[in-house]
DNA sequence: TCTATATGTTTCAACTTCGAAGCAAGTGAG
DNA sequence: CTCACTTGCTTCGAAGTTGAAACATATAGA
């Protein structure tokens, strides 16, 4: 009487323990330091992970980019980001106009007190990833680390995109 | 004429940009998982991630834990936790009742209900997991991973907690 | 040109998350 | 025992996030 087996999960291979353990580690490491990052950002430039993202990948970019391709960039929803730019600009950090090659685009600038900001709350922000995520690997296992998930984040940007999930699917026309 | 060095963040020491590529990467790469493993969940059981790390701790944990131990093992805020205890019980998924051991306590049940849900959606997610994060890995990346993540995690895991942030220190004897 | 559809963004309502405050039960010192 | 403090959890209000719907502009095809 083989009663059912906790690994079978119905013609699935199931994951392995090593698999596991690299799978939840990956998980809860990042949780981990997502939340650190967030409250030392919040004390030192008010600011949270997300609109720190979001000015960060503007400082880069020539302090200017889209809507969408700031929303894609930073893996979040289009509207979430239509909120967090009215802060940011409410806070006078960005700037938001038309892009003269298409009408419908909005053209997302960083002003100079948002360059600011990104500067100041930098280092820190540095410090706190170099203490939490570096510090406890050698110049060999960040090699590895990076070239892994750089190789990971590909394949994954490879599968159908998220931030605007394909379009409601036109109506099948045969209904 | 130095000017100011992009990579010259005010005596802290900078990233390179081998430690930054890993740094993004791994960010990304976590959040597009995420991001992709949620939308299965939902389809497939209409469970968010959380709801389903709730559900799969307590399948292992012998069925039962508190809801501190709970919190802590997902890197959630209690109060959070409330929430969603509330909607997996009113979804007849878990059960809370008092412990005996300690009065205060709630101790959160997984029912069978439950059970036969993290069955149901369980290889769908092993599936997704291994589609997104190691179909591009070798056995060798596999080990480096899990190594390397379990080392971070540890290391994260080392620095003052984060669930329940400290209590609102006793104000200072000296005042 | 006219029309259908695609794309860029915002609005809106529902849901989720968080921290602070509140309540109840445990614990230790006197 | 009693007081002060700690710990486990929930409640509450404010803020953040999301997908669907609404708009507006673009683009391709007839």
Request: no cysteine; hydrophobic share 35%; aromatic share 4%.
């Amino acid at each position: 009487m083989t009663g059912p087996d906790p690994a079978d999960t119905g013609g699935v291979q199931a994951l392995d323990p090593q698999e596991l353990g690299a799978y939840f580690a990956l998980m809860e490491s990042v949780s981990l330091l997502h939340h650190h990052v967030e409250q030392h950002l919040r004390t030192e430039g008010n600011l949270s992970y997300v609109q720190f993202q979001l000015l960060a990948r503007l400082a880069g970019s020539d302090g200017q980019l889209t809507m969408t391709q700031l929303a894609d960039g930073v893996v979040y929803s289009r509207s979430g980001l239509t909120y967090q730019a009215g802060l940011l600009e409410k806070a006078g950090l960005i700037t938001r106009g038309p892009s003269s090659d298409d009408e419908r685009a909005t053209l997302v600038t960083i002003t100079d007190n948002g360059r600011a900001l990104v500067d100041r709350v930098l280092p820190g922000h540095v410090q706190d990833v170099r203490r939490l995520l570096f510090d406890p690997l050698s110049d060999d296992d960040l090699q590895h680390l990076g070239d892994i998930m750089t190789r990971v984040r590909d394949h994954m940007r490879a599968q159908p995109p998220r931030s605007a999930a394909p379009r409601k699917r036109r109506p099948s026309p045969n209904s």
